[in-house]
C-alpha cells in the first residue's frame, strides 16, 4: 500500500501557484519523498525528491514539514502544460524496493 | 542523453498469445524496473532487474516474466495473454536502484488485448 496521502483532484488558475499537499506521518528516518508526475498516460516524469530539508529545482520546490509526516509541491507558476495526475512517493530505504504508487493528486490548471 | 526508450510503442494481441515488450535505459544506468498501469489498479510494480538478475519482484503471476542483458537493456514477457492484461507498461532506469537514486520513465508501450 501507498505510505502517502493525497488529495484526488485540484484546481489552479493558470499564472498562479499551485500547491499540492501530500501526508506521510508514517515515514521513517531514511525515506526519502518523490514526485512525479504524469500527463494524460504518457510516463510519469520525474519533479523533486528531498530528505528532510526544503528543496527546488527549475520545474518546483518542495517545502517538508521538520516532523517530516507531510510536504506540498508548490508549482510557482502554473500552466495549462502542468494539468497532469501528481504522484507523492515514499521512497523505501533498502537496495532493489521500488515506488509504490498510490492514486495521486489530478490538478487541473484552468484559463 | 536520450531517456528510456521503450518499443512497441503500441501492441494488440489477441487472448492467448504471448507477447515481448523491450526497454533500453539510460545510458549508463545499470537498474530496470517494470511497471503496469490500469485505470482500476492504478501504477504497480512487476520487477525490477540490475546486472542481469532480477533483484525484486511485484505481485503478479508467473506468466509475466522478463530478463536484462548485459548492456542492461530489458525484456518483459506475458504469456497467455488474458484480458486484464490491457494496460500501458512502463519501463524505468536508474543507476543502480539505490534510494538516493531517482527512477526515470519511459513513454510506455500500451498493449491492448482482444
Known amino acids: 500500500d501507498a505510505k502517502t496521502t493525497q488529495p484526488p483532484s485540484m484546481d489552479c488558475a493558470e499564472g498562479r501557484a499551485a500547491n499540492l499537499p501530500c501526508n506521510h506521518s508514517?515515514?521513517?528516518?531514511?525515506?526519502?519523498v518523490y514526485w512525479y508526475r504524469q500527463i494524460h498516460s504518457q510516463g510519469p516524469q520525474y519533479i523533486i525528491h528531498g530528505l528532510k530539508n526544503n528543496e527546488t529545482n527549475e520545474m518546483a520546490s518542495l517545502i517538508i514539514t521538520e516532523d517530516r509526516k507531510s510536504s506540498t509541491l508548490i508549482l510557482p507558476h502554473a500552466t495549462l502544460r502542468d494539468t497532469a495526475v501528481y504522484y507523492c512517493i515514499v521512497r523505501p530505504d533498502n537496495y532493489g524496493q521500488n515506488f509504490v504508487f498510490g492514486p495521486g493528486t489530478r490538478l487541473s490548471v484552468l484559463p | 542523453k536520450a531517456g528510456v526508450t521503450q518499443t512497441p510503442r503500441y501492441l494488440i494481441k489477441t487472448r492467448g498469445q504471448q507477447v515481448t515488450l523491450s526497454c533500453s535505459p539510460i545510458?549508463?544506468?545499470?537498474?530496470v524496473s517494470w511497471y503496469q498501469q490500469t485505470p482500476g489498479q492504478g501504477l504497480q510494480f512487476l520487477f525490477e532487474y540490475f546486472s542481469e538478475t532480477q533483484r525484486n519482484k511485484g505481485n503478479f503471476p508467473g506468466r509475466f516474466s522478463g530478463r536484462q542483458f548485459s548492456n542492461s537493456r530489458s525484456e518483459m514477457n506475458v504469456s497467455t495473454l488474458e484480458l486484464g492484461d490491457s494496460a500501458l507498461y512502463l519501463c524505468?532506469?536508474?543507476?543502480?536502484?539505490?534510494?538516493?537514486?531517482?527512477?526515470?520513465f519511459g513513454p510506455g508501450t500500451r498493449l491492448l488485448v482482444l
Open positions: 508514517t515515514i521513517s528516518g531514511n525515506e526519502y
Open positions: 524505468a532506469s536508474s543507476l543502480g536502484g539505490g534510494t538516493q537514486e531517482t527512477q526515470y
Open positions: 545510458s549508463g544506468h545499470r537498474s
